[in-house]
């Protein structure tokens, strides 16, 4: 410890170069910082830091950052170290010695007043504020400090997005609301989304990925703050934004001045409705998103006023009830994007994030780069909305069903949208999604929806009426006896029974085989297989024999074992060839059935489904809503409709297939 003292307190370069290397893996000892510091090695320390160069610099600025991870050291943080820091940001090319500065301007920041030993022989304040008298000096710091975001050196760029995390984290946690949105406004108008966006979507995610995640959870902090101002237009800057909005509209003129008098302009009584609110007082539509709301539908005006302009002339062509309320859509199109994107969704414990930050195949579930494009997304959003009003034809009472299919395209194509994909291309999409297109995926998620919630019931149900639809089948082809004879000639009726002297009881029946497959249907034979014969043969038991075993013959062969004919021998009963495929699938379906066998062709395959089908509807159509719980309760995204009233019907009624 001497000597290390004695090298940094050194007049030769050399020896307090060699202290200052030794010092920065010495601090990493929280017991040696102490006694560090204990000892007056922070004086000289702080002088290093102050006086020296190069790499000098560079290791002094490493040790000293260690120190104040330790939260030891703080006695030496004034308004000069500050400076020093501050200064070396703006005029320091060397990477070195720019990453230590980032690093010390990260802890103080970091570390407000009340949280360390800080020097009661200054005026230092912590956080942001300790830095606005040296900014003073520099104003081009944050600009330069946004500018380090574009470095090559992927370990100076995770330094400067640490800085700044650290310094919006310190601006959100104010209670000023006046100060807080300013200097975010100011770091975005210098670029730090764009930089960060590029950053999100590059290959060296990995050497950034903690700062990058801390950024895209400070955005969602500063949109939930957003959210969280309500609007009030007795304070001058909401006043303002509202007030932009109307003008922007380009209002029509409601007064005329002439040389003769002044006519006094007459209150517009649809000031506030002709642009899309409820009433003509515009507050309570902000309630749920706030100054939010506000802030994305004033960004819109404002880039796109001679479209609003535009739709605002041509709704007034249209009769009420065809006229898109433009600034509700603007909002459930906010409330849309802070669904989607969870903003209110608590931040993870930093051990879990760290953990799954390590990992790159969570990188695609963790990163939403789009976030950072909020503005140009809501846009986007907005413009499909008004689209597809136009395109449907809808009226105002359709404005919930507009907003389901608004809700649904966010989801494919946003949240579909993987990481490396440009907000061009999310924008694109967005702008030329079909509507046919997005009904389909409407309908495919809506029965996906019901099979969650009725699915289980659904399918038990089914299979019920499935095995009655199968017995029912097996009743109707089998009858006790296999009746037949042999005829010189085709008769134009089907033989009576009594003209067929020859007799299979079923109950000797013990296996049937056949040529007919599973698949096989006529419409899909092949010319070869058109002109083949169908047959089907029927074995059975007949006088008694030692023999012990019966061996099967025959592709598709379907056996029934009874152990008390275990001595019979299997001999053909009858072998017949159906004339067509539908008789055939009716016969050997019919005596596999009766075998106990499932049926195997799609003929009978399908009338059974048929049958099922048509069970689950009839039952179906004595499912009610009530009032109090809806059929579609439960069902994210979707609003139960209204139970209509059965006053006046009775059951006199049919159902159409």
């Known amino acids: 410890m001497a000597d290390l003292l004695a090298g940094l307190a050194s007049t030769e370069d050399a020896a307090r170069k060699m202290a200052a290397f030794k010092l920065q893996s010495m601090t990493n000892d929280p017991s040696f910082a102490e006694q560090f510091c204990s000892r007056g090695?922070?004086?000289?320390?702080?002088?290093?830091?102050?006086?020296?160069?190069?790499?000098?610099?560079?290791?002094?600025l490493a040790s000293f950052t260690r120190l104040l991870e330790l939260d030891h050291g703080w006695e030496a943080v004034d308004n000069v170290v500050v400076q020093k820091a501050v200064e070396l940001v703006v005029c320091q090319p060397s990477v070195n010695i720019l990453r230590g500065a980032m690093a010390v301007l990260v802890s103080i920041v970091s570390r407000p007043r009340t949280g360390g030993q800080m020097s009661a022989s200054t005026d230092y304040i912590g956080g942001f504020k300790a830095l606005k008298p040296a900014i003073s000096h520099y104003p081009q710091f944050l600009e330069m400090l946004v500018s380090r975001l574009s470095s090559a050196d992927?370990?100076?760029?995770?330094?400067?997005?640490?800085?700044?995390?650290?310094?919006?984290?310190?601006?959100?946690?104010?209670?000023?609301?006046?100060?807080?949105?300013?200097?975010?406004?100011?770091?975005?108008?210098?670029?730090?989304?764009k930089a960060v966006y590029v950053l999100t979507q590059s290959s060296a995610l990995q050497d950034l990925a903690h700062p990058l995640f801390e950024f895209q959870q400070l955005t969602k902090i500063l949109l939930s703050r957003w959210r969280n101002v309500p609007v009030d237009v007795t304070k001058p800057e909401h006043r303002r934004t509202i007030k932009a909005i109307h003008l922007s509209s380009d209002p029509p003129e409601k007064g005329a001045y002439t040389a003769?008098?002044?006519?006094?302009?007459?209150?517009?009584?649809?000031?506030?409705?002709?642009?899309?609110?409820?009433?003509?007082?515009?507050?309570?539509?902000?309630?749920?998103?706030?100054?939010?709301?506000?802030?994305?539908?004033?960004?819109?005006?404002?880039?796109?006023?001679?479209?609003?302009?535009?739709?605002?002339?041509?709704?007034?062509?249209?009769?009420?009830?065809?006229?898109?309320?433009?600034?509700?859509?603007?909002?459930?199109?906010?409330?849309?994007?802070?669904?989607?994107?969870?903003?209110?969704?608590?931040?993870?414990?930093?051990p879990k994030v760290f953990l799954a930050l390590e990992n790159k195949a969570n990188y695609e579930r963790l990163f939403r780069p789009l976030l950072l494009h909020w503005s140009r997304l809501h846009v986007a959003a907005l413009h499909a909305?008004?689209?597809?009003?136009?395109?449907?034809?809808?009226?105002?009472?359709?404005?919930?069903?507009?907003?389901?299919l608004i809700r649904i395209l966010i989801e494919s194509v946003v949240g579909g949208a993987a990481r490396t994909r440009g907000i061009e291309s999310v924008e694109q999409e967005l702008a030329t999604y079909e509507?046919?297109?997005l009904r389909e995926l409407q309908m495919e998620l809506l029965d996906l929806a019901y099979d969650d919630l009725w699915g289980q019931h659904l399918r038990g149900t089914r299979d019920e009426l499935q095995n009655e639809a199968l017995q029912f089948m097996k009743e109707q082809r089998i009858r006790k006896d296999l009746h037949w004879a042999d005829f010189d000639e085709r008769q134009d009726q089907a033989p009576r029974f009594s003209v067929m002297p020859n007799v299979v009881p079923l109950s000797s029946i013990s296996s049937v085989v056949s040529n007919i497959t599973a698949n096989q249907e006529q419409?899909?034979?092949?010319?070869?297989?058109?002109?083949?014969?169908?047959?089907?043969?029927?074995?059975?038991?007949?006088?008694?024999?030692?023999?012990?075993?019966?061996?099967?013959?025959?592709?598709?062969?379907?056996?029934?074992?009874?152990?008390?004919?275990?001595?019979?021998?299997?001999?053909?009963l009858l072998a017949?060839?159906?004339?067509?495929?539908?008789?055939?699938?009716e016969w050997l379906d019919g005596l596999l059935m009766l075998l106990e066998q499932q049926p195997i062709t799609a003929e009978t395959n399908k009338i059974v489904n048929m049958v099922a089908d048509l069970g689950l509807k009839v039952r179906l159509l004595n499912v009610r809503g009530n009032d109090d719980e809806g059929m579609l309760d439960g069902i994210d995204g979707i609003d139960a409709p209204p139970v209509p009233s059965r006053e006046g019907l009775d059951e006199n009624y049919f159902y159409a297939l």
Not at 555 to 565: A, I, L, P
């Open 435 to 437: 509507c046919k297109r």
């Open 260 to 350: 003769d008098a002044v006519q006094k302009p007459r209150h517009d009584p649809n000031k506030w409705r002709r642009l899309g609110f409820s009433t003509e007082s515009p507050e309570p539509d902000f309630h749920d998103m706030g100054f939010l709301g506000m802030m994305d539908l004033s960004d819109y005006v404002r880039k796109h006023q001679d479209e609003f302009q535009n739709i605002l002339a041509e709704q007034e062509l249209l009769v009420k009830e065809r006229r898109c309320p433009v600034a509700r859509a603007s909002l459930v199109v906010t409330a849309m994007l802070f669904e989607h994107f969870e903003v209110d969704k608590p931040e993870e414990n930093e």
């Open 576 to 585: 017949f060839q159906p004339q067509n495929h539908v008789v055939a699938s």
């Open 154 to 193: 992927h370990a100076l760029c995770a330094n400067a997005l640490q800085l700044i995390n650290a310094l919006m984290r310190d601006a959100i946690a104010t209670d000023d609301e006046a100060e807080w949105p300013m200097f975010v406004k100011r770091i975005q108008d210098l670029g730090v989304i």
């Open 523 to 572: 419409m899909h034979l092949s010319d070869h297989e058109r002109h083949t014969t169908t047959s089907i043969t029927i074995h059975g038991y007949g006088p008694k024999t030692r023999r012990s075993s019966s061996k099967s013959k025959g592709h598709g062969r379907k056996e029934s074992k009874q152990s008390n004919r275990s001595q019979q021998k299997e001999i053909v």
């Open 385 to 404: 909305f008004l689209r597809i009003w136009k395109e449907t034809g809808a009226e105002q009472d359709d404005f919930h069903k507009i907003m389901e």
């Open 41 to 60: 090695g922070l004086v000289n320390l702080r002088n290093l830091m102050l006086d020296s160069s190069g790499n000098t610099l560079a290791y002094s």
